[in-house]
């Protein structure tokens, strides 16, 4: 099965089509971990823009 792709709304979009009966544990996990990395890379980026904001 592929992997989730686009914004977090059209994976969520995708993931309500998903029929249960393909989807593995491999793929489960592969999932998380995607979804987990963008959200630190934005936890970051909004890190980042914050403390900038704080300067002036």
């Known amino acids: 099965?592929?992997?989730l792709e686009g914004t977090a709304a059209e994976r969520l979009d995708r993931l309500?089509?998903?029929d249960a009966g393909e989807v593995?544990?491999?793929w489960t996990r592969?999932?998380?971990e995607r979804a987990?990395?963008?959200w630190s890379e934005d936890?970051?980026?909004l890190s980042v823009l914050g403390e900038g904001r704080e300067d002036y």
Do not use: G, I, K
Request: aromatic residues 0%; without cysteine; proline residues 0%.
């Open 36 to 38: 987990l990395r963008d």
């Open 30 to 32: 592969r999932q998380l």
């Open 43 to 45: 936890q970051d980026t």
């Open 24 to 26: 593995t544990h491999d």
């Open 1 to 3: 099965m592929d992997d």
């Open 16 to 18: 309500a089509a998903v």
